[in-house]
């Protein structure tokens, strides 16, 4: 009935994803959109955006003073960025599933930085690494307009219950 309905829009899990510049370059958009929807995810709101330095610092203010900081400013704002939020059950921690280890050398292959990447520094996509952190960076990258609330009718056979 429409009032679980909406009780259930309100509460699903959301993540951020975002498609690096080095994976937008390489036409890498299409399959990774696909993986993610072969998963049985929702797609809630995308944009292509290459980002300011200022939102690409807030989005990585923990990494603050490390070695590879100013490097990796440079490259996520050097272009293009397809930005995304996902929303499904335990979506963040399915999406870090499908997306892999941060050091594409070392991650599975059948994983997004497996099968596409080689260098650390060239990963080819971002996920959030918790509910918090989704929470948060889904309010950097978008604003609440931007993002659609839609039941879709195949969940009945995505989720048990
Ligand atoms: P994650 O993206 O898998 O969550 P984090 O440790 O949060 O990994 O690092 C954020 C991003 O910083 C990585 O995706 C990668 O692009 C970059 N990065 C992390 N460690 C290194 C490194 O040692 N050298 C170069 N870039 C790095």
């Given at each position: 009935n429409q009032q679980c309905c909406e009780k259930d829009l309100?509460?699903?899990?959301?993540?951020?994803?975002?498609?690096?510049?080095d994976g937008v370059q390489r036409k890498l958009i299409g399959e990774i959109v696909a993986r993610f929807e072969k998963?049985?995810?929702?797609?809630?709101?995308c944009k292509l955006i290459q980002p300011s330095r200022k939102l690409a610092e807030k989005h990585y203010a923990e990494h603050k003073g490390k070695p590879f900081y100013e490097g990796l400013l440079d490259f996520i704002t050097s272009g293009p960025v397809f930005a995304m939020v996902?929303?499904?059950?335990?979506?963040?921690?399915?999406?870090?599933?499908l997306i892999g280890l941060t050091d594409p050398k070392k991650s599975p292959m059948n994983t997004i930085r497996g099968d596409f990447g080689i260098d650390v520094g060239r990963n080819i996509i971002?996920?959030?690494?918790?509910?918090?952190?989704?929470?948060r960076e889904i309010g950097l990258w978008f604003s609440k307009n931007e993002l659609t609330r839609s039941?879709?009718?195949?969940?009945?056979w995505i989720y048990e219950n």
């Open positions: 309100e509460s699903a899990e959301r993540t951020f994803i975002a498609i690096k510049p998963k049985g995810l929702k797609l809630v709101g996902w929303e499904g059950k335990e979506v963040v921690s399915t999406a870090r599933s971002h996920g959030s690494d918790s509910v918090e952190s989704a929470q039941s879709v009718t195949i969940e009945k």
